[in-house]
């Protein structure tokens, strides 16, 4: 899942992953779209899920905001926007955590479009899941929900 909707294009130039003060953060439309996204989740069967996030702050709030319990703030699905040299390490490491056959059940992970894209090759909108599946050792796409769908 994309974070939900923060304004601006990337993080400033001073950003800190460790200072929310310092980056994008979600605008209370955002605050709002994660709820409502995780309100519509239980409504259509999901009642529990591990949750994993990006460390940065607009990540980490629409996980939470989702309302699934604990986050697990996850390195691997951090942004490489401004870090390229980082792609295919990052992109690995969260091909590794899905292909994880010990974890069951439903999984969300909130990240950044640039991961969504190495993952999937998709694009997509604040608040956009992109469903997937393991296979073969790649990851199949399943479906793509905005935050109108319902």
Do not use: K, Y
């Given at each position: 899942?994309?974070?939900?909707?923060?304004?601006?294009?990337?993080?400033?130039?001073?950003?800190?992953?460790?200072?929310?003060?310092?980056?994008r953060n979600l605008?209370?439309?955002?605050?709002?779209?994660?709820?409502?996204?995780?309100?519509?989740?239980?409504?259509?069967?999901?009642?529990?899920?591990?949750?994993?996030?990006?460390?940065?702050?607009?990540?980490?709030?629409?996980?939470?905001?989702?309302?699934?319990?604990?986050?697990?703030?996850?390195?691997?699905?951090?942004?490489?926007?401004?870090?390229?040299?980082?792609?295919?390490?990052?992109?690995r490491a969260a091909?590794?955590?899905?292909?994880?056959?010990?974890?069951?059940?439903?999984?969300?992970?909130?990240?950044?479009?640039?991961?969504?894209?190495?993952?999937?090759?998709?694009?997509?909108?604040?608040?956009?899941?992109?469903?997937?599946?393991?296979?073969?050792?790649?990851?199949?796409?399943?479906?793509?929900?905005?935050?109108?769908?319902?």
């Amino acid at each position: 899942m994309r974070h939900a909707s923060a304004p601006g294009f990337s993080d400033p130039p001073d950003f800190s992953v460790d200072d929310c003060s310092t980056q994008r953060n979600l605008s209370e439309a955002g605050r709002t779209e994660a709820r409502t996204i995780g309100a519509s989740m239980r409504a259509h069967g999901i009642d529990s899920a591990t949750v994993r996030s990006s460390q940065w702050c607009r990540c980490l709030d629409t996980a939470r905001l989702l309302g699934f319990g604990p986050v697990v703030p996850t390195p691997a699905l951090n942004s490489f926007f401004e870090q390229r040299d980082r792609a295919d390490t990052q992109t690995r490491a969260a091909r590794a955590l899905l292909a994880d056959t010990a974890v069951s059940g439903a999984r969300i992970w909130v990240t950044h479009q640039i991961n969504i894209s190495a993952l999937t090759g998709l694009t997509t909108r604040p608040g956009e899941i992109v469903v997937v599946a393991p296979r073969n050792g790649d990851i199949e796409v399943l479906g793509r929900l905005t935050p109108l769908d319902d």
